[in-house]
């Protein structure tokens, strides 16, 4: 199992530009997330799926949206990119009676 | 609004040393509390889960307590190796919601 796996690994935006970050589990959980982590911070929490067809609003959903494509995968998209969105991006995944979160490598992006 | 606060920020210890790390919380109504590892660079790895009815969880060299009525958890290590260097991280649930995490440098 490859458990959690994110795309790409780095990327570089100039403001206003475009892009989705992609979040794939191969553990059949239901859940899925997606957390933001600044320098000297905890991650905060941007989006989330409880299941399949649902997403929800975490603490820092401004300037982001988010795809349940399947149960196996989990997107998020950046429509116009700003400074204040350069951060590493975590990706997510919990399964149903599991208390326990398992985390993608993430993607650092950086805005200019 | 729960606030998860982790200190110290920072700590260097010599090889062989136990420790321990806080973690305090603002809300005690959580579900559980986990603690996390993060390496420079990497993912997060859990180390414990502590379920809201429990007290305390240990693997290996490390163990975590939870005391929900002051809000707080601790994390020992044991022993610690230069390996332990990483910064620890908890979270509690509902949602999962970070501390600001503890960066360990343990010196050989």
């Known amino acids: 199992n490859a458990g959690v796996t994110q795309t790409p690994k780095f990327q570089v935006l100039k403001t206003g530009q475009s892009m989705t970050l992609q979040c794939a589990q191969d553990?059949?959980?239901?859940?899925m997330y997606w957390y933001r982590q600044d320098p000297g911070m905890g991650l905060r929490l941007i989006y989330y799926?409880?299941?399949?067809?649902?997403?929800d609003k975490g603490e820092v959903p401004n300037g982001y949206n988010v795809s349940r494509l399947n149960k196996r995968e989990f997107s998020l998209r950046l429509e116009s990119a700003a400074p204040s969105q350069t951060s590493v991006y975590f990706c997510?995944?919990?399964?149903?009676?599991?208390?326990?979160?398992?985390f993608g490598p993430g993607t650092r992006l950086t805005v200019t | 609004k729960q606030e998860v606060t982790q200190i110290p920020a920072a700590l260097s210890v010599p090889e062989g040393e136990n420790l321990v790390l806080n973690c305090s919380f603002t809300?005690?109504?959580?579900?559980?509390l986990q603690w996390f590892r993060q390496d420079p660079g990497k993912g997060l790895t859990s180390l414990l889960l502590?379920?809201?009815?429990?007290r305390e969880q240990t693997s290996g060299r490390l163990n975590a307590s939870l005391d929900k009525s002051s809000g707080r958890s601790t994390l020992y290590i044991a022993a610690s190796q230069p390996g332990d260097s990483a910064t620890y991280l908890c979270?509690?649930?509902?949602?999962?919601?970070f501390g600001g995490g503890t960066r360990l440098m343990v010196k050989p």
């Open positions: 997510a995944s919990r399964g149903i009676g599991v208390y326990e979160q398992y």
């Open positions: 553990m059949n959980h239901n859940s």
């Open positions: 799926s409880a299941s399949e067809g649902t997403t």
């Open positions: 809300d005690s109504a959580i579900y559980n």
């Open positions: 502590i379920q809201s009815s429990q």
């Open positions: 979270a509690v649930r509902g949602v999962l919601t």
